[in-house]
């Protein structure tokens, strides 16, 4: 794979894990607000966005496990940086929307 092609790659890998993190602040957000539905609705976007980030890394690893020369860099090094931190924020996330929906019931009760 040439150096524009694993570029592309790790571009990818980045917007997707971003984009996953935004919808989790996202569901965060709706779910400080009332709107559980509507954070449950982020965290399935937050889903497939990972998805995506994590189908990309897995075929990085699939190049390396077939012998293939993958370079280990700063952008990579960010990339994969940018991939764990969304999949923390979105399992943070839905922690908070259980705490909300938990505090909601008991303010209902």
Do not use: P, W
Not at 50 to 59: P, Y
């Amino acid at each position: 794979m040439d150096r524009a092609d694993m570029e592309l790659l790790i571009m990818e890998m980045i917007v997707d894990a971003g984009s996953a993190r935004s919808y989790a602040m996202q569901a965060i957000a709706s779910a400080k607000d009332g709107s559980l539905n509507e954070a449950l609705n982020y965290l399935e976007e937050a889903n497939g966005e990972l998805a995506k980030a994590h189908l990309t890394q897995t075929d990085l690893i699939h190049k390396v496990a077939g012998g293939e020369t993958v370079e280990v860099d700063l952008f990579m090094v960010h990339a994969q940086n940018h991939l764990m931190t969304a999949m923390l924020a979105r399992d943070m996330a839905y922690e908070f929307v259980d705490l909300y929906r938990k505090r909601g019931e008991s303010a209902g009760a």
